[in-house]
């Protein structure tokens, strides 16, 4: 008779995806608080409830006619780095910043995250340090972690490899959706710093850095004053608590006519995605920090200007478009309340949804 063959042989063991998913719901529960009375218990359930109450306010505010705004995201090749280095426990934190950046654009708050975790077979201490990440990320854009799903695909990844997926929901007022038709010529674009590469452009990153620099991830940089590694996991920031804290502050006044998120296109290709038709934004030069890692990465590989500014966020994480008259104040505002650094970097001109750069910085 032959060997009777299971499930584990197969490659996943129930035995410890049981351990796995054990340890995950206090990561989840230490969310909720941040959305008191709207994370509903479901034990053992198919999936997260979350409560919609007119009754109740949406984290800042009642809706009154309020509408869902979803986004999903991934981290990509900055993975990598942590599967070289084991350090699984900031990755997570990008998830979740990509995905909720992304629904700020919209003047959303978001509401829940949910995450999709895949591996090649399942490892309790792995699958937790990724989720206290996200966990960590919920924590800072103030919404609830509400689940997720954690998937053992044998053979489908290396060992010690791993793929995740996130997906936010947000909620804004609908006379407050942020789609662009209020930004005029004349209004200034204000660039909030990023906190370096956060999670795009990293496939050129990798390859200039560790391919044809030589460097490994433990190699420590003098320009950069940390190791490669350091540098590259630093997780992306989350501006969330600094666009709550503006919106507080400018409650009568519409001040923000735009958000952009600076992903992947960099500061090329993102901010014309908000613009009207009729409008171009003009950037000058100089009038930001430009983060250390971007001046060695462009050395070491030779990289053009105009390579570097459409695959990296170049030290701007998010751009905002603001009424003219409330551009430095704004940018005041979200520097010394919302610590976030930030400098007025432009402006909406006539034009064709394009960027260009100030004549001067030319």
């Known amino acids: 008779m032959s060997e009777s063959i299971d499930y584990k042989a197969a490659g ?22 941040l959305t008191p009375a709207r994370v509903l218990d479901w034990k053992d359930g198919f999936a997260g409830l979350f409560r919609l109450d007119a009754n109740i306010g949406l984290l800042t505010r009642t809706y009154r006619d309020p509408v869902l705004v979803a986004s999903t995201d991934g981290v990509g090749t900055k993975l990598k780095l942590a599967f070289a280095t084991g350090r699984h426990n900031t990755v997570g934190i990008d998830l979740v910043a990509m995905s909720v950046n992304d629904c700020l654009c919209a003047g959303a708050e978001p509401l829940l995250f949910l995450d999709y975790v895949a591996m090649s077979r399942d490892d309790p201490k792995l699958t937790k340090a990724v989720v206290q990440g996200i966990s960590d990320g919920c924590i800072e854009a103030e919404c609830a972690l509400l689940g997720g799903e954690t998937a053992i695909l044998p053979d489908f990844y290396k060992p010690g490899e791993y793929d995740l997926a996130g997906f936010c929901v947000g909620v804004v007022e609908r006379k407050h959706v942020l789609k662009g038709q209020d930004i005029r010529i004349g209004d200034k674009i204000i660039g909030l710093a990023s906190s370096g590469l956060h999670s795009n452009g990293y496939s050129l990153a990798r390859k ?29 920031r989350i501006y969330v608590r600094a666009l709550k804290t503006v919106g507080r502050h400018y409650r009568k006044k519409r001040v923000i006519h735009g958000i952009a998120h600076i992903t992947g296109g960099g500061l090329i290709d993102n901010p014309p995605r908000i613009l009207p038709d009729g409008c171009a934004i003009e950037l000058r030069k100089g009038s930001w920090d430009i983060p250390k890692v971007f001046t060695w990465l462009q050395q070491l590989g030779n990289v053009p200007d105009t390579e570097m500014f459409r695959v990296f966020n170049m030290g701007i994480g998010m751009t905002l478009i603001v009424a003219d008259y409330h551009a430095e104040s704004v940018a005041r505002y979200l520097q010394t309340e919302a610590k976030i650094p930030s400098w007025v970097i432009g402006e909406v001109v006539p034009g064709d949804r394009t960027v260009s750069w100030a004549p001067s910085d030319r």
């Open 208 to 236: 200039i850095a560790l391919d044809h620099g030589g460097f490994q991830p433990d190699s420590f940089i003098p320009e950069l004053g940390r190791t490669v590694a350091d540098e590259f996991l630093e997780p992306t």
């Open 12 to 33: 996943v063991d129930l035995d410890t995806y049981e351990e796995t998913m054990a340890q995950l719901p206090p990561l989840l529960r230490r969310t909720h608080p």
